[in-house]
């Protein structure tokens, strides 16, 4: 029963963390629109990209605490990962100012955030017996 408790806590972790850098994605994408109007946008864009980043490594730290400690499945560790390095890329193509892959790639990690939210924890983007 404690070890259930456990591995759910861990599930619920990873949960949250998908939820925040879903969140922050989707926030990214306002202060894009803002940075088009506002004159505060390019900072609240760069601040946000930070944050951004910051919750794609708290993905993995929470997909990193679900497998090793309690000895659950590695799986969710490889979308968590993919996520960083896209986020990393992400940064790396603002700072650069290329906004042909830029903005393409903020889409892509929105919508595969969202998909990894609604998939249960540990099954991947694409189900096995697909």
């Not at 202060?31 to 993995?60: I, N, Q």
């Amino acid at each position: 029963m404690a070890t259930r408790t456990t591995a759910q806590r861990r599930f619920s972790l990873l949960r949250i963390a998908i939820a925040l850098q879903t969140l922050t994605i989707f926030l990214q994408a306002v202060s894009a629109g803002l940075l088009l109007t506002a004159p505060y946008g390019e900072t609240l864009h760069s601040a946000g990209a930070r944050v951004m980043w910051g919750s794609s490594l708290l993905y993995v730290l929470a997909a990193v605490l679900a497998w090793k400690p309690g000895g659950g499945s590695l799986r969710p560790v490889w979308p968590a990962a993919g996520f960083l390095a896209l986020a990393s890329a992400q940064v790396v193509l603002g700072i650069a100012h290329v906004p042909s892959v830029h903005l393409p790639l903020g889409v892509l990690m929105f919508g595969l955030s969202v998909l990894a939210l609604v998939r249960p924890p540990g099954s991947g983007l694409v189900r096995a017996d697909q």
